[in-house]
C-alpha cells in the first residue's frame, strides 16, 4: 500500500501541472524536492524572491540543473499586494502596516497564491507553524462553513497507511471542534481514494474511565452520532482497540467499525504531536504533513525536522488539495 499511495500521489498531482509556492529555497532539503519534482515534471515551482537574492537564488538553480520553474521578484509585485492585503484586511490594520507585513516573506508568498500566481504553497521547514499558518488564516481563510483550520498527517509503512489528525494545529479542541476535525479529515481521506473508518481517541475505551478529560471524547462521539454522517466511527476508544481486531471485540460488543480504523483523532494537540513522532521515529513510518485541512486554498507547513521525501510528497498532496487551476476545492 505504501507504494501504491506514493504513486498515487505522483500520478495525481501530475496531472493538474500546478503551479506550487516554495519561499524557503534557501533550505536544501527543499531544492532536493523540488529537483526531483521537476525532473518527474509533476508541477512548476515558484521561488519568491527579493531583487537582492537573486542571484543568490540563480546560483542554487544552476548548481542543482533545475530548469523548470518561475520566480516572483518581491519589487514587481509589492504595490500590487500591498493594496490587495489593505483591501482584505482594511478594518485590521494600522498605518502602513501592510507594508510592514509585506517584507515578511510569508505574507508575500500567501498574497501571491490569494492572486492565483500559484495554485499552492509547501513551506515551514525553517520557520514555526504560527508563521507560516497565520498569513494564510488572515488572506486564505477558511472555507464557507469551516469555524476552524486543522491539520493531519499521512503516516506510511510498508503496507500500512493512515491519516492522524490533528497533530499540528489546534491545541485544545472542543467536543465541536473535534467533530469538525473529524468530518474535515473523512473529506480529506476521501480525496486520495479511502475508505474513512474513524477511531475518536482517548485512554478510555467506552467510558472505562469515567473522567472529564476523556468525557470530551465522547461528547465529541455523541454530536457525530446525532448528525448521521455517512461515515463508519467510534469512540472514545484506545489506540489498540481501533487498531486490532481481537482487542476492539473484548472491549466494544457491538463497534461500528467494520475494520481497524485508518483515520485516527486524537483529543488534542499533546497527543496528537506526540503520537504521531513515537510512530515515524520508533516506528519508522513516514509523516508526510501537517496537511492543513479547511482553507480556501491549500497552504501546508512542514515540519522542521522533514526529509526530502516528506517534502516531496508534501508538495504532490498540495497539488492535489488544489485541483484544476482557479478552482477552489
Request: proline share 3%.
Amino acid at each position: 500500500m505504501q507504494e501504491q499511495i506514493l504513486k498515487y500521489f505522483e500520478k495525481n498531482a501530475k496531472e493538474f501541472q500546478n503551479t506550487i509556492i516554495f519561499d524557503e529555497w534557501e533550505d536544501e532539503r527543499i531544492i532536493l524536492a523540488v529537483k526531483k519534482l521537476t525532473q518527474k515534471k509533476i508541477l512548476k515551482p515558484l521561488f519568491p524572491v527579493k531583487s537582492k537574492d537573486l542571484e543568490k537564488l540563480k546560483i542554487i538553480l544552476k548548481r542543482n540543473k533545475i530548469k523548470y520553474y518561475s520566480i516572483a521578484i518581491f519589487e514587481d509585485f509589492k504595490d500590487e499586494l500591498i493594496k490587495l492585503l489593505e483591501e482584505i484586511r482594511k478594518d485590521k490594520l494600522k498605518e502602513n502596516e501592510a507594508k510592514t507585513l509585506i517584507e515578511d516573506i510569508h505574507y508575500f508568498s500567501t498574497l501571491l497564491l490569494k492572486s492565483n500566481y500559484a495554485q499552492g504553497i509547501v513551506s515551514g521547514s525553517l520557520s514555526p507553524t504560527k508563521d507560516v499558518i497565520k498569513p494564510a488564516l488572515q488572506i486564505i481563510k477558511t472555507k464557507q462553513g469551516v469555524q476552524k483550520a486543522s491539520s493531519f498527517f499521512f503516516m506510511v509503512k510498508e503496507k500500512e497507511t493512515f491519516l492522524f489528525a490533528d497533530c499540528g494545529f489546534q491545541i485544545n479542541p472542543t467536543p465541536q471542534d473535534i467533530v469538525e476535525i473529524t468530518k474535515l479529515s473523512v473529506e480529506s481521506c476521501k480525496k486520495f481514494n479511502y475508505y474513512p473508518r474513524v477511531a475518536l481517541l482517548s485512554f478510555s475505551t467506552k467510558k472505562s474511565s469515567d473522567d472529564e478529560i476523556s468525557q470530551k471524547t465522547r461528547d465529541a462521539y455523541e454530536l457525530l452520532l446525532k448528525e448521521n454522517v455517512d461515515f463508519e466511527f467510534e469512540g472514545d476508544i484506545q489506540f489498540d482497540a481501533a487498531l486490532d481486531k481481537k482487542t476492539r471485540e473484548i472491549k466494544i460488543k457491538d463497534t461500528k467499525l467494520t475494520n481497524n480504523a485508518n483515520i485516527f483523532i486524537f483529543p488534542d494537540l499533546n497527543s496528537g504531536n506526540i503520537g504521531y513522532k513515537i510512530a515515524k521515529i520508533l516506528g519508522d513510518y513516514n509523516a508526510i504533513g501537517p496537511i492543513i485541512q479547511g482553507l480556501n486554498q491549500p497552504v501546508n507547513d512542514l515540519s522542521r525536522g522533514c526529509s526530502v521525501d516528506e517534502i516531496y510528497y508534501t508538495a504532490c498532496i498540495t497539488s492535489i488539495i488544489a485541483g484544476k487551476k482557479n478552482e477552489n476545492n
